[in-house]
């Protein structure tokens, strides 16, 4: 029978998804700050709503006039994050009884929580330091580490399931390990464009500004700290840096398309897992897909949001395959004729 850990880490995990597509939407509908203040919103636990809320909250942060359309948007994420908190807590607490002794499962949890607690600091400082562009992509990274760790804590923590195992993934598992690290790198990359407001640097493709290397700056363009009070919203470089970032992200989505897809191509090609490579393979032609749409339609607010969370699909389908690598890493594969 599937034990409480188990489905809560599950239940969690959902949650963890929800909340990374929910920050997506809030960072690409401008809303990051919508509340200039943290945990509340203009000094009180929802948002300005009422006329006299408002002007009550303009008075009090004269620099950030109110949005309600954004501040409402930024709460919401803020109290699915906190729910994730909790979630997170109650798997601490059901980690400790005596049944999961010994299965690393408190470990685990642990390392859960530290991160969690870690997110929500990124969170407030996100809001704090302005959208520092190195604290926007670390929230992100943070929380695909998050969904990454309660996918890991809910399969560790379900009964064995000898249809999980399969000894054709052992011979793929340095390809599969290689591509996790591969896809984070992308990823980081794709949250750093994001950070910096340089998706829209190169509006067509596959050329760039009309030309295959434009003028770029990647010095300027790869700096990590900047000074901090400086209000980010927007972007504050110039054109051949954010150019150069939106370069580094294609370069990478290249590197990693090639990678996953020849990694697609072997599981398809062996009869046991051939299921798993069409869905990783699936997964990956849609995020190109995605990637080449938000260029050619201008950045539409609902593509961007699906790239987002296709990338973190991305990130859960290749920890599964690592996961069940694990199983019987002693196995050959076996050739469907």
Same mark, same amino acid.
């Given at each position: 029978?599937? !034990?409480?850990?188990?489905?809560?880490?599950?239940?969690?995990?959902?949650? =963890?998804?929800?909340?990374?597509?929910?920050?997506?939407?809030?960072?690409?509908?401008? =809303?990051?700050?919508?509340?200039?203040?943290?945990?509340?919103?203009?000094?009180?636990?929802?948002?300005?709503?009422?006329?006299?809320?408002?002007?009550?909250?303009?008075?009090?942060?004269?620099?950030?006039?109110?949005?309600?359309? #954004?501040?409402? #948007?930024?709460?919401?994420?803020?109290?699915?994050?906190?729910?994730?908190?909790?979630?997170?807590?109650? &798997?601490? *607490?059901?980690?400790? #009884?005596?049944?999961?002794?010994?299965?690393?499962?408190?470990?685990?949890?642990?390392?859960?929580?530290?991160?969690? $607690?870690?997110?929500?600091?990124?969170?407030?400082?996100?809001?704090?330091?302005? $959208?520092?562009?190195?604290?926007?992509?670390?929230?992100?990274?943070?929380?695909?580490?998050?969904?990454?760790? $309660?996918?890991?804590?809910?399969?560790?923590?379900?009964?064995?399931?000898?249809? *999980?195992?399969?000894?054709?993934? *052992?011979?793929?598992?340095?390809?599969?390990?290689?591509?996790?690290?591969?896809?984070?790198?992308?990823?980081?990359?794709?949250?750093?464009?994001?950070? !910096?407001?340089?998706?829209?640097?190169?509006?067509?493709?596959?050329?760039?500004?009309?030309?295959?290397?434009?003028?770029?700056?990647?010095?300027?363009?790869?700096?990590?700290?900047?000074?901090?009070?400086?209000?980010?919203?927007?972007?504050?470089?110039?054109?051949?840096?954010?150019?150069?970032?939106?370069?580094?992200?294609? &370069?990478?989505?290249? &590197?990693?398309?090639?990678?996953?897809?020849?990694? =697609?191509?072997?599981?398809?090609?062996?009869?046991?897992?051939?299921?798993?490579? $069409?869905?990783?393979?699936?997964?990956?032609?849609?995020?190109?897909?995605?990637? &080449?749409? !938000?260029?050619?339609?201008?950045?539409?607010?609902?593509?961007?949001?699906?790239? !987002?969370?296709?990338?973190?699909?991305?990130?859960?389908?290749?920890?599964?395959?690592?996961?069940?690598? *694990?199983?019987?890493?002693?196995?050959?594969?076996?050739?469907?004729?």
């Amino acid at each position: 029978m599937t !034990n409480p850990l188990h489905k809560l880490a599950v239940v969690a995990a959902i949650v =963890a998804f929800a909340v990374i597509v929910l920050g997506a939407f809030v960072r690409l509908s401008h =809303a990051g700050l919508g509340c200039p203040d943290w945990p509340g919103c203009y000094g009180q636990l929802t948002w300005p709503a009422e006329p006299h809320e408002v002007a009550l909250a303009e008075q009090s942060f004269p620099e950030r006039p109110v949005e309600t359309d #954004k501040a409402w #948007k930024e709460m919401a994420h803020r109290y699915l994050a906190g729910t994730l908190v909790l979630l997170v807590i109650a &798997i601490n *607490a059901l980690s400790w #009884k005596a049944a999961h002794q010994g299965k690393g499962l408190r470990s685990l949890a642990a390392a859960l929580l530290a991160l969690i $607690l870690f997110q929500a600091a990124l969170g407030m400082w996100t809001v704090t330091l302005k $959208l520092l562009p190195l604290v926007v992509m670390g929230h992100l990274l943070g929380g695909l580490a998050t969904f990454g760790l $309660l996918l890991w804590l809910a399969w560790r923590s379900a009964e064995p399931d000898p249809r *999980a195992a399969s000894g054709a993934l *052992a011979p793929f598992r340095f390809a599969i390990v290689t591509g996790i690290i591969v896809l984070a790198v992308q990823l980081a990359l794709g949250g750093w464009t994001s950070a !910096n407001y340089a998706a829209l640097a190169c509006p067509d493709f596959p050329t760039c500004q009309g030309a295959w290397w434009p003028d770029t700056d990647f010095s300027e363009g790869f700096v990590l700290w900047r000074e901090i009070g400086v209000d980010y919203e927007g972007g504050v470089l110039d054109m051949p840096s954010r150019t150069a970032i939106h370069l580094a992200h294609r &370069i990478g989505a290249l &590197i990693t398309f090639l990678w996953l897809g020849i990694l =697609a191509l072997r599981l398809i090609r062996q009869r046991v897992v051939r299921q798993d490579g $069409l869905v990783l393979g699936a997964l990956l032609l849609a995020q190109l897909a995605l990637g &080449i749409q !938000n260029v050619l339609l201008q950045l539409p607010l609902i593509n961007a949001v699906a790239h !987002n969370g296709l990338g973190a699909l991305l990130l859960a389908m290749l920890l599964w395959l690592t996961f069940r690598s *694990a199983l019987h890493p002693a196995v050959s594969p076996a050739r469907s004729g």
